[in-house]
């Protein structure tokens, strides 16, 4: 059955190559996971401010360290913290704070309105908008000791036995209710509405890059043999779950982008980008010579690229480069995309927030008190969060 969107929540599509029809869903959340939807793309549907924002408030959410935030319809903040997940209305006031040993990954929120979390001890936690605990499931491969998290730190996470290295999923919610997650170096786990945990894939296939959800319903992860990208169907009784498979050399620290026609863009940490097409096949791969910090798709189906060194480069739809332009010292926070096509990326070295717009000119530039610690991401009024490696969260408009 097809959903009409009422007129309030229709949006105009720009005429481009690719053409994507969002219908309502359970949640309309602006920012509902890690890299913003299913896909990964890191493009908001909201707007950045068109003139310099400042902050508007300030929220420690831990003395240690807090992930990047997501932000729910109601305008409710979720942020992961070393003591769970806080919840914080619009204005900054911390709601509750659930009892979980500590985030690993950037929380999701469900179709349902509740908020799932990868936590340091190995669990796959379901919490509700009111902050109770509804479901934890121990993931294979949990480590036997917390990991220990410096500020600023990214994954891999290193736990106290210093030959055991672990990298968590962060959570996928599925249409149906189910939820991906687990670890990636040992396997990913389904995890059913009714709180069963179910192995996906065995760790020998999985890795190192977050997982990201076609349109069509297929899985995209990364495989350790060879270095591949696979599709696969997120359906743990299949006996048979793998579509295709595609290799693009080495995948750690990889990003996966699911693209509209149900191929991959993957960002390479080496600084490679390759396109494959729907069945695997590499459309192209273009190359920038120096590693990358991350990648967001836009609407018209180009990417932006940061690069380390402080570049920032658009890669049309067909690999070619658009142009570039360089902001600051270094970054390795994936840029955010808005509605209209601006980049907002965050120097990590300078404590800069710098707006960018789809020409590949400066828009504004915002100096912070301290380095960005996570990505940023946008409210429905266009609102930024962004937290910082001191643990403290912005609010910016």
């Avoid at 999923?169 to 189910?178: H, M, S, V």
């Avoid at 049309?316 to 995309?337: C, H, K, Q, V, Y």
Wanted: one cysteine or more; charged letters at 15%.
């Amino acid at each position: 059955m097809l959903v009409v969107p009422r007129a309030s929540e229709a949006r105009r599509l720009s005429a481009s190559r690719y053409a994507e029809i969002t219908l309502p869903t359970a949640s309309a959340a602006p920012a509902a996971m890690a890299a913003i939807d299913p896909q990964r793309t890191g493009r908001s549907t909201a707007r950045l401010p068109a003139s310099t924002p400042r902050v508007v408030w300030s929220a420690p959410a831990n003395a240690t360290y807090g992930t990047s935030a997501v932000v729910a319809a109601d305008g409710t903040i979720y942020v992961g913290t070393g003591d769970g997940v806080a919840a914080l209305a619009p204005d900054g006031r911390q709601l509750w704070m659930s009892p979980l040993l500590g985030a690993a990954t950037t929380p999701a929120i469900t179709t349902d309105g509740d908020v799932a979390v990868t936590t340091l001890d190995g669990q796959l936690c379901i919490v509700s908008p009111a902050g109770t605990v509804r479901t934890r499931v121990a993931l294979r491969g949990a480590p036997t000791s917390p990991p220990l998290r410096r500020p600023g730190m990214r994954t891999p996470l290193r736990t106290r036995a210093p030959s055991m290295l672990v990298l968590f999923a962060a959570p996928l919610p599925l249409a149906d209710g189910a939820i991906v997650g687990g670890i990636p170096a040992t396997g990913l786990h389904v995890l059913t509405p009714e709180g069963e945990s179910s192995p996906l894939l065995a760790g020998a296939e999985t890795s190192y890059a977050v997982p990201a959800m076609t349109l069509d319903g297929m899985l995209l992860v990364t495989s350790r043999r060879g270095g591949s990208v696979l599709a696969i169907r997120p359906d743990p009784e299949d006996p048979s779950p793998e579509h295709w498979r595609a290799d693009v050399e080495e995948t750690f620290g990889a990003t996966l982008i699911a693209t509209p026609d149900g191929g991959a863009a993957v960002m390479l940490a080496d600084g490679h980008l390759v396109r494959l097409r729907p069945g695997g096949a590499v459309a192209w791969r273009t190359s920038f010579g120096v590693p990358a910090g991350g990648a967001a798709m836009a609407a018209d189906g180009s990417y932006r690229v940061l690069l380390n060194g402080g570049a920032l480069v658009s890669v049309a739809a067909d690999g070619s480069e658009r142009w570039r332009t360089t902001f600051g010292a270094n970054a390795w926070i994936a840029p955010l995309l808005d509605a209209d096509g601006v980049t907002l990326v965050a120097d990590s070295d300078t404590p800069t927030l710098v707006a960018i717009d789809a020409a590949g000119h400066d828009r504004w530039r915002v100096h912070l008190g301290q380095a960005a610690g996570g990505r940023p991401v946008l409210g429905a009024d266009g609102t930024i969060y962004l937290p910082d490696t001191g643990g403290v969260l912005h609010a910016l408009r």
